[in-house]
């Protein structure tokens, strides 16, 4: 059964520490999304990636990095140094770079830092 | 960049309705939009999108159209039904190596 894979679905931390939310596909898929959703908000682009070990900052990069070591995997940490890090965090991805393409969805992992 | 305005951000509709949702866009270059509906707790799904070479497409009882002069587009829902009811995304693309900019949203409720 192709698609994406976030896990887990529910994480939890304490202020101050760094988390990796993980973010994977078996779709073959090149491109590469994270986005954050809050209420109000909508989906606001961090980072994305078309092709492997290369990666683009989105509008609110600030406080979270990535990594693009294989084509399947592209992993978020959200660092101490984000404000606001409790969110919902969505993983999406895109056949080659075909940017007029539907955006695959993972499951989303809800983030809550206190 | 681009930027994406969305409105509404809240819409309630009786069933049987029509539901209109609209999208401006900032960047003239801009030739993929897609919309997305997201029912609660569940990942956003593609449920239409328009290219800049089309003015509007149409699938069932979801309409886009496209106005690239005044760089808007909307999203029409005909026949409101209560599984209508979501939040509804547009979006936008400039093109090659980009990401798609979305809005911020619309919570359409439709009563039965």
């Known amino acids: 059964d192709g698609g994406i894979t976030q896990s887990p679905k529910y994480l939890f931390r304490k202020e101050g520490q760094n988390v990796t939310l993980s973010c994977e596909q078996n779709?073959?898929?090149?491109?590469m999304y994270w986005y954050r959703q809050d209420p109000g908000q909508g989906l606001r682009l961090i980072y994305y990636?078309?092709?492997?070990?290369?990666?683009q900052k989105g509008d609110i990069a600030e406080g979270y990095s990535v990594s693009r070591e294989k084509k399947e995997s592209f992993p978020l940490t959200v660092t101490s140094a984000q404000k606001n890090p409790t969110a919902f965090y969505l993983c999406?991805?895109?056949?080659?770079?075909?940017?007029?393409?539907?955006?695959?969805f993972g499951n989303g992992t809800r983030l809550t830092v206190t | 960049g681009e930027n994406v305005e969305q409105h509404p951000s809240t819409l309630s509709v009786q069933e049987g309705d029509s539901a209109v949702i609209k999208c401006t866009y900032s960047?003239?270059?801009?030739?993929?939009f897609p919309w997305y509906k997201q029912e609660l707790g569940k990942r956003p799904q593609l449920i239409i999108d328009i290219r800049s070479n089309v003015g509007e497409k149409k699938d069932q009882r979801i309409a886009v159209t496209l106005n690239k002069t005044a760089k808007h587009f909307s999203l029409h829902i005909t026949e409101t039904q209560p599984e209508d009811s979501a939040v509804y995304f547009c979006?936008?693309?400039?093109?090659?190596?980009?990401?798609?900019?979305f809005g911020k949203g619309t919570t359409l409720s439709v009563s039965s």
């Open positions: 979006a936008a693309s400039i093109g090659e190596g980009t990401a798609l900019i």
């Open positions: 960047d003239s270059a801009s030739n993929y």
């Open positions: 779709l073959n898929h090149d491109a």
């Open positions: 999406a991805s895109i056949s080659g770079s075909r940017y007029n393409s539907p955006l695959h």
């Open positions: 990636s078309q092709i492997v070990n290369d990666f």
